[in-house]
């Protein structure tokens, strides 16, 4: 059966030519354990061979009751030999079909993984993470199942109707020709019957569902159904639920009772036609009762088949919906990444003293690109140089920082990073010449040292230790009595706000970056973990070419150049001094807005 255990049901998809060559493309995962695949395959043809051998012997065995009592004990051997190849053959299926579907599922989920995060981020900015992580999971389960199961019981199943069809043309032509005609038909329409309904339970289920959520919204909001007295609208509207309810209940269980009568009728009424029929062949002589016997169990095998087929059917198509998410999701276009020379990659190539430039750049996100974010920002940073970063919230500051990481790329105008275009940059050299401490700091659900060594996992112990102490997160982590063992939970729920922030500030100093990004890193904080954390930025930024957003007025005070960013242009620039002295200039009404000395938006 189809399996249910995952959330988010993969939606089926016709069977059609080009499904099945996008299912072909899954074939380079599958080659390396080809040979293993036709020895599971020779296997499921000799088991299935084997399992249509078994009527005709025990239709013998009858009739050598009647005919030659001295065959019964050979034809009972074969019959036992049957039954041992038969099981050794599908151990042997099932062994090799789930070694290759193990390892080339693996191989495919560890390509999509690759793939994924070599994706730009507007991609996962217009997925849900649930939505990918369900290709990885649910999808993936529906290949498992088609490699493992599906597939053998489709070839299973051919085999079975031909293989029985010829065997019983062979026996009887015309008991043949009659019973083709009554018994795959009831089995077509038991089967359509059978869908019908399971797609009325569905209805049943979601009515039921509906008829709950007036219960649960009245009851969590009772109050307001009280202090409104609306109790008579929601009994009214329960009631006309559950009614809907009952109805579709009753109507569900007549379809029901009409398929139990439908088999019985159908279905048994199918096997006795065939049966009155061969019992006449009998009588005239023109068939023995073994052959009968073995030609009825054939005729179960045949329907059961024709059944399973359907089933089988539905089960590909969901496979093709699997299969094509899964290929729509490899096809997406991965991060450009700049070719310049490796010996380019660190050294700024003119005599340039601008770290950073960003001319003229106008962005909007992918997702609102009706809404301009930057609109012809001019900004530079030079090298050695602390440039403040200062606007209302939502002006676009953390913007300017997704595009310095080439996260997104202007629509118009250029970013140029040591005089050369952002875009000409290998996004490692680009990425790792930087360090970023964040706006909201999520670490790894792993140690507080894996956490800090992620900014240069060859870092000695000695290097992360330091890089801890200048961060002044050392105390609190000697503190901990697993030290920087400590697990930090989940996201790194199980520390402050102000202990994950010195971790990625320690993070960040571990990687001794060329170019430090602060995005309102003490925002959030209490008083003491702020003042922690803003000597530990002090100690970070010392001699270094830094971009930092709007954090406390004290550093936005002492940096060499204040941008003040306004309706995604810079409005102003200048030292603190110069803004400050501009009659109604805007960093200093947003200086004196903010008072007693924090300048935090968020
Ligand atoms: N991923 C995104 N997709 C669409 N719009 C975004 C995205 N991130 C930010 N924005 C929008 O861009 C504008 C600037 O955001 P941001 O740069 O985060 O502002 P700031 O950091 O200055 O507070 C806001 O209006 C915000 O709603
Ligand atoms: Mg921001």
Same mark, same amino acid.
């Given at each position: 059966?189809?399996?249910?255990?995952?959330? #988010?049901?993969?939606?089926?998809?016709?069977?059609?030519?080009?499904?099945?060559?996008?299912?072909?493309?899954?074939?380079?995962?599958?080659?390396?354990?080809?040979?293993?695949?036709?020895?599971?395959?020779?296997?499921?043809?000799?088991?299935?061979?084997?399992?249509?051998?078994?009527?005709?012997?025990?239709?013998?065995?009858?009739?050598?009751?009647?005919?030659?009592?001295?065959?019964?004990?050979?034809?009972?051997? *074969?019959?036992?030999?049957?039954?041992?190849?038969?099981?050794?053959?599908?151990?042997?299926?099932?062994?090799?079909?789930?070694?290759?579907?193990?390892?080339?599922?693996?191989?495919?989920?560890?390509?999509?993984?690759?793939?994924?995060?070599?994706?730009?981020?507007?991609?996962?900015?217009?997925?849900?993470?649930?939505?990918?992580?369900?290709?990885?999971?649910?999808?993936?389960?529906?290949?498992?199942?088609?490699?493992?199961?599906?597939?053998?019981?489709?070839?299973?199943?051919?085999?079975?109707?031909?293989?029985?069809?010829?065997?019983?043309?062979?026996?009887?032509?015309?008991?043949?020709?009659?019973?083709?005609?009554?018994?795959?038909?009831?089995?077509?329409?038991?089967?359509?019957?059978?869908?019908?309904?399971?797609?009325?339970?569905?209805?049943?289920?979601?009515?039921?569902?509906?008829? #709950?959520?007036?219960?649960?919204?009245?009851?969590?909001?009772?109050?307001?159904?009280?202090?409104?007295?609306?109790?008579?609208?929601?009994?009214?509207?329960?009631?006309?639920?559950?009614?809907?309810?009952?109805?579709?209940?009753?109507?569900?269980?007549?379809?029901?009772?009409?398929?139990?009568?439908?088999?019985?009728?159908?279905?048994?009424?199918?096997?006795?036609?065939?049966?009155?029929?061969?019992?006449?062949?009998?009588?005239?002589?023109?068939?023995?009762?073994?052959?009968?016997?073995?030609?009825?169990?054939?005729?179960?095998?045949?329907?059961?088949?024709?059944?399973?087929?359907?089933?089988?059917?539905?089960?590909?198509?969901?496979?093709?919906?699997?299969?094509?998410?899964?290929?729509?999701?490899?096809?997406?276009?991965?991060?450009?990444?700049?070719?310049?020379?490796?010996?380019?990659?660190?050294?700024?190539?003119?005599? *340039?003293?601008?770290?950073?430039?960003?001319?003229?750049?106008?962005?909007?996100?992918?997702?609102?690109?009706?809404?301009?974010?930057?609109?012809?920002?001019?900004?530079?940073?030079?090298?050695?140089?602390?440039?403040?970063?200062?606007?209302?919230?939502?002006?676009?500051?953390?913007?300017?920082?997704?595009?310095?990481?080439?996260?997104?790329?202007?629509?118009?105008?250029?970013?140029?990073?040591?005089?050369?275009?952002?875009?000409?940059?290998?996004?490692?050299?680009?990425?790792?010449?930087?360090?970023?401490?964040?706006?909201?700091?999520?670490?790894?659900?792993?140690?507080?040292?894996?956490?800090?060594?992620?900014?240069?996992?060859?870092?000695?112990?000695?290097?992360?230790?330091?890089?801890?102490?200048?961060? #002044?997160?050392?105390?609190?982590?000697?503190?901990?009595?697993?030290?920087?063992?400590?697990?930090?939970?989940?996201?790194?729920?199980?520390?402050?706000?102000?202990?994950?922030?010195?971790?990625?500030?320690?993070?960040?100093?571990?990687?001794?970056?060329?170019?430090?990004?602060?995005?309102?890193?003490?925002?959030?904080?209490?008083?003491?973990?702020?003042?922690?954390?803003?000597?530990?930025?002090?100690?970070?930024?010392?001699?270094?070419?830094?971009?930092?957003?709007?954090?406390?007025?004290?550093?936005?005070?002492?940096?060499?150049?204040?941008?003040?960013?306004?309706?995604?242009?810079?409005?102003?620039?200048?030292?603190?001094?110069?803004?400050?002295?501009?009659?109604?200039?805007?960093?200093?009404?947003?200086?004196?807005?903010?008072?007693?000395?924090?300048? *935090?938006?968020?």
């Amino acid at each position: 059966m189809a399996k249910a255990q995952f959330g #988010n049901k993969t939606p089926k998809k016709p069977i059609t030519w080009s499904a099945l060559k996008q299912m072909a493309r899954m074939y380079v995962h599958v080659k390396p354990y080809r040979g293993e695949f036709l020895l599971g395959l020779l296997m499921l043809l000799l088991s299935s061979g084997s399992n249509l051998a078994f009527p005709k012997y025990l239709g013998e065995l009858v009739d050598a009751a009647q005919s030659d009592p001295s065959a019964i004990d050979g034809i009972a051997l *074969t019959l036992v030999g049957l039954l041992l190849a038969q099981s050794v053959f599908s151990f042997g299926r099932i062994v090799f079909f789930e070694r290759v579907a193990q390892r080339s599922l693996a191989s495919l989920r560890a390509a999509m993984y690759n793939h994924l995060v070599s994706l730009p981020l507007p991609f996962f900015h217009e997925k849900r993470i649930g939505e990918l992580t369900n290709r990885l999971q649910s999808d993936i389960g529906v290949l498992q199942e088609t490699f493992t199961s599906t597939l053998a019981e489709f070839i299973r199943q051919v085999v079975i109707i031909v293989g029985g069809i010829a065997l019983l043309v062979y026996q009887s032509p015309s008991l043949t020709g009659f019973m083709l005609l009554v018994l795959p038909l009831v089995v077509l329409l038991g089967v359509f019957f059978g869908s019908k309904i399971r797609r009325y339970a569905k209805e049943v289920q979601t009515a039921s569902a509906e008829s #709950n959520t007036v219960v649960d919204e009245t009851l969590s909001a009772v109050a307001t159904v009280k202090a409104y007295t609306q109790e008579g609208t929601e009994k009214a509207r329960y009631r006309s639920a559950l009614e809907r309810v009952s109805a579709l209940g009753i109507r569900g269980g007549i379809l029901r009772g009409a398929f139990s009568s439908f088999i019985i009728l159908g279905l048994f009424g199918a096997l006795v036609a065939v049966i009155w029929k061969g019992a006449s062949l009998i009588a005239s002589g023109e068939m023995a009762s073994g052959q009968l016997f073995s030609f009825v169990i054939y005729s179960g095998f045949i329907g059961g088949s024709v059944g399973g087929l359907a089933d089988v059917y539905s089960r590909l198509q969901r496979a093709m919906g699997a299969t094509e998410a899964i290929m729509a999701m490899l096809d997406e276009q991965p991060e450009t990444s700049g070719q310049m020379p490796a010996t380019a990659d660190t050294e700024p190539t003119g005599s *340039t003293d601008e770290a950073v430039r960003f001319a003229d750049v106008h962005f909007a996100y992918p997702t609102r690109p009706d809404v301009p974010v930057l609109r012809g920002l001019n900004l530079i940073l030079r090298e050695g140089q602390q440039l403040a970063l200062v606007g209302s919230s939502g002006a676009g500051k953390s913007t300017v920082v997704q595009l310095l990481y080439r996260f997104h790329d202007p629509q118009q105008g250029q970013l140029l990073v040591q005089g050369r275009d952002a875009r000409e940059w290998p996004l490692e050299a680009l990425r790792g010449r930087m360090a970023w401490v964040p706006q909201d700091v999520v670490l790894f659900g792993r140690s507080i040292l894996e956490n800090i060594r992620y900014g240069r996992p060859e870092a000695s112990d000695d290097d992360v230790r330091r890089a801890a102490e200048d961060a #002044n997160a050392w105390e609190f982590i000697e503190r901990f009595p697993e030290g920087w063992h400590t697990q930090v939970g989940e996201r790194g729920v199980q520390l402050s706000g102000g202990q994950r922030q010195r971790i990625a500030i320690a993070r960040a100093m571990l990687r001794d970056p060329k170019l430090l990004v602060l995005d309102e890193a003490t925002s959030s904080l209490d008083p003491e973990s702020e003042s922690l954390v803003q000597s530990a930025l002090e100690t970070l930024m010392k001699g270094r070419t830094s971009l930092v957003i709007a954090h406390r007025l004290s550093t936005v005070r002492h940096a060499d150049v204040i941008a003040f960013l306004h309706e995604g242009e810079i409005a102003e620039v200048g030292s603190h001094d110069e803004l400050m002295k501009l009659e109604g200039g805007r960093y200093r009404a947003f200086v004196q807005k903010q008072g007693s000395g924090t300048l *935090t938006s968020q």
